[in-house]
């Protein structure tokens, strides 16, 4: 896309004075302030944070310099080296060398942490090794000073000899000594350059021996070669067909840290590093703790910390599950009283239909998921900005490792007990892709909110009446309960199996950075909630619209009611009773109820409800129950409606549970609902993935229908062979 | 597979004699880096991270029920898997009672 400026800029290059259109490149360490550095200089408004999607993107933006300079600005992802061993790095490695279709950066930004600097400055000596002109960006200075860290620029400048500008990017200070900086080194890349370091003989003697293994290396200068050496062995071989595998015979690992060529390159880094920043950095306060550190005492602390993050999780948990529910309810009302006004604007005709079970209840459907949302990610704004959430991964690690899922699965994962939709959007505080693709894919089996009415309808029709366990534990609460432990457990198990099977990762290692604590800003919680908002209300909204649409024609056509000849039966009924009876008014009511029956009955959907019969009568389930799955797709809970309009009960827009009782309790008497079905429903429902809404969500995030398809196969599949064990199981033990 | 603390660890007194790993260190305990032994890519990231040889280290967390391992190394708190912990091979420094006192 940035083709033409591509040889604009290499001919700024070889010019005496600076391109007037500038690849400035921005890399450094993951937690470096590099995503703030990089909405300063491009304001923003480029791309929502952190990675959307499941894989590694690039940004780029535009940033225009005082000098009258227009700069593309690259953001490459966190890394910690660029051997190559995880996709960003190898990305981060290929943009760097011009080989992904962009052109060379002019300039590569290293973004250090001040306070952290020999890890960072690893980073900084690989970037030079590759050959382009480096500034490194001092990021986080004020953090350094509380630390008791005094830095002398000008030496630090000496052993590593690229320009180092000292800033703080959320401040904005230091930006403008941090653009000169970058103009020069665009006009004398000579400036940019990163000292060499001094290798020992053994790793001299290792290079000379990668020139010869492959033509392509013989002149390819010392840097190019170290990167070769150390290259993940699958990365290289990609570039140049067979190079990786040579290197690896002929450089085997060597079980002992001096024997190993490629820990050498490593370590011998770090010894120039060490040696350089014992000049360079002077310690103030040594051996003092930071307040982060004491806060961490306690927030850490085995019994006040857990406890801590039980409630602080209980908290956010109320929050998106309970208070979230007025806004939705207002969202509701709203939308219904716009129903209603078009009900009366428009003739009764199929457009007004379509516009308003269709396209309205469509966009009613996507909003109602937006309070949930917001005040989840306000939620995760405030504890991933304050820091809080590294912390809290750590503290459940154990529990999630045992199943193959890091400590950050948490929130998604438990976030999606309200809705799996918002716990799906959640997955995106994970940095590596294969954890979140995990975690979308197992967070529908956690029970949502939409379950419990479905609950509710079994429970207070076949359960009701079961004596209390132990005198005061409901059978119908235990049951709910075991709902949600067997949701729990399924996703546990599927983690663990997907982990050894289809995304194998690397174990989900954990090396988590603790980053310092700090006030959450809320320009920053107001830019995540705006940017998810939007992108989730357009984005994945589209996709609910259009499936609604859907649904509601299936649900609608052909539309056959009442014939003529019924309808005339019915209303000389009607004509039986005396005028303004409530007889009377019941007749007419019954005659609407019947039609709708009908309709329901006669359109697509009860025809798919009737035509997977055979394949849900072995759960227990007969065609009526058929016609309510394919209902509730729209959402689980609209299965309570759907069987009443089946069941001829009159319709109600409200479901609470004593619609949902009432309904299931016209089931029970007509025998489509005894505790064994009921039971056989009740994991399906658990488990089954009927909602269109998480669907839509989960093709969002992956950005792939193909996970989505496959998390809508592997549920639905493990949700019948499940009710097929319960309810064949259960027959075969007597029950009914 | 919960690695005990060891007692000289716990104590204090320095132990040339066993070797030891990240993991058997209790919470306080300063030491020097041998080596990571794991030869895979995620044993050269530890190593990237600043475990090299030679490097100080204090263990600065222990998570519950063989919860992950915090360290401080070159200015930076790492948190590792126990199993990680386990494969980085230590000299015990000194076995201060941390560095509160």
């Known amino acids: ?736 | 597979m919960s690695p005990r603390i060891p007692k000289a660890a716990a104590t204090g007194t320095p132990n040339h004699s066993q070797p030891q790993t990240l993991a058997d260190l209790a919470v306080g305990s300063v030491a020097a880096v041998l080596t990571v032994e794991l030869w895979d890519s995620l044993g050269d990231r530890l190593v990237e991270l600043g475990l090299t040889p030679g490097a100080p280290v204090v263990v600065l967390r222990r998570g519950l029920w063989g919860g992950p391992v915090q360290v401080r190394v070159r200015d930076f708190a790492l948190s590792l898997h126990r199993a990680q912990a386990a494969a980085v091979r230590v000299q015990a420094l000194a076995g201060l009672e941390a560095q509160r006192g």
Request: aromatic share 6%; charged share 15%; proline share 5%.
């Open chain 1, 1 to 736: 896309m940035a083709d033409q400026e591509n040889s604009q800029a290499a001919q700024g290059t070889s010019a005496a004075s600076p391109p007037q259109n500038l690849h400035v490149a921005l890399c450094g360490n993951p937690n470096t302030g590099k995503t703030t550095l990089y909405n300063r200089l491009t304001g923003a408004r480029a791309h929502v944070g952190n990675y959307p999607g499941i894989t590694v993107e690039k940004r780029a933006g535009e940033h225009h310099s005082g000098g009258g300079q227009r700069w593309t600005v690259h953001d490459l992802p966190g890394t910690y080296s660029l051997t190559a061993h995880s996709p960003e790095e190898e990305i981060a490695h290929h943009a760097l060398t011009g080989r992904l279709g962009d052109p060379l950066p002019d300039v590569v930004v290293v973004v250090l942490d001040a306070s952290n600097l020999a890890r960072n400055l690893l980073l900084l000596l690989q970037v030079g090794e590759l050959g382009r002109p480096a500034v490194a960006a001092l990021n986080m200075m004020d953090a350094a000073e509380k630390a008791g860290l005094v830095l002398d620029i000008a030496a630090l400048q000496q052993a590593f000899g690229c320009p180092m500008v000292p800033m703080v990017a959320r401040t904005g200070q230091g930006i403008a000594e941090l653009e000169q900086a970058v103009q020069r080194v665009a006009a004398e890349p000579a400036l940019g350059a990163v000292g060499a370091t001094h290798w020992s003989a053994q790793v001299v003697a290792a290079l000379e021996q990668v020139r010869e293994v492959d033509a392509a290396l013989a002149q390819a200068p010392q840097g190019e070669l170290l990167w070769w050496l150390a290259a993940d062995r699958e990365v290289a071989d990609q570039l140049q067909p067979g190079l990786g595998s040579q290197l690896h015979r002929q450089f085997p690992r060597q079980a002992h840290a001096d024997g190993d060529i490629r820990r050498l390159l490593v370590h011998e880094r770090y010894a120039r590093i060490d040696a350089a920043l014992l000049t360079c950095v002077q310690r103030k306060r040594p051996g003092q703790r930071s307040t982060s550190d004491r806060v961490d005492d306690v927030l850490l602390h085995p019994l006040a910390g857990v406890g801590l993050f039980l409630v602080s999780m209980g908290l956010l948990f109320q929050a998106v599950f309970a208070w979230a529910t007025p806004v939705a309810d207002a969202v509701g009302a709203l939308m219904e009283g716009l129903s209603a006004q078009v009900q009366q604007w428009l003739p009764d005709n199929l457009l007004r239909d379509v516009l308003i079970d269709g396209v309205l209840a469509g966009v009613g459907g996507t909003l109602v998921f937006l309070p949930q949302i917001l005040i989840l990610f306000a939620g995760i704004a405030l504890l991933e900005d304050s820091g809080y959430l590294a912390r809290a991964a750590f503290l459940v690690d154990r529990l999630m490792a045992s199943a193959g899922l890091p400590g950050k699965a948490f929130v998604p994962l438990l976030s999606s007990h309200a809705c799996a939709v918002p716990g799906i959007l959640a997955a995106r505080t994970m940095a590596d892709p294969r954890d979140r693709l995990l975690t979308v894919l197992i967070a529908p089996l956690m029970s949502c909110s939409a379950r419990l009415p479905v609950y509710t309808l079994v429970t207070a029709a076949v359960f009701a009446g079961s004596p209390p366990v132990l005198g005061f534990l409901s059978v119908g609460g235990l049951i709910v309960a075991a709902m949600y432990g067997l949701g729990f457990a399924l996703a546990l198990f599927a983690a663990w199996l997907f982990r050894r099977t289809l995304i194998p990762g690397r174990g989900a290692p954990l090396l988590l950075e603790m980053p310092p604590y700090r006030w959450p800003r809320p320009r920053n919680v107001l830019r995540v909630l705006w940017d998810r908002g939007v992108d989730f209300t357009v984005q994945t909204g589209a996709t609910i619209v259009a499936l609604t649409v859907v649904l509601w024609a299936l649900m609608t056509f052909p539309r056959v009611g009442l014939s003529d000849a019924e309808r005339a039966t019915m209303s000389a009924q009607v004509t039986s009773t005396a005028a303004g009876s409530p007889e009377r008014a019941k007749a007419e009511a019954a005659i609407e109820t019947r039609d709708a029956q009908l309709r329901l009955e006669n359109s697509l959907a009860g025809h798919l409800g009737k035509a997977i019969e055979p394949a849900i009568a072995p759960l227990g389930f007969d065609w009526r129950i058929g016609i309510g799955l394919v209902g509730s797709l729209a959402a689980r809970e609209v299965l309570v409606p759907v069987m009443a309009q089946i069941y001829g009960r009159s319709a109600q827009a409200d479901v609470d549970d004593a619609f949902a009782a009432d309904v299931g309790q016209s089931m029970a008497r007509a025998g489509a609902l005894t505790p064994l079905k009921g039971l056989s429903l009740m994991v399906f429902f658990a488990v089954a993935m009927q909602c269109f809404n998480t669907l839509a969500t989960i093709g969002r995030e992956t950005r792939s229908w193909k996970w989505a398809l496959f998390a809508l196969t592997y549920l639905n599949g493990a949700a019948w062979l499940l009710s097929l064990i319960v309810y064949q199981g259960g027959r075969a033990l007597g029950f009914s």
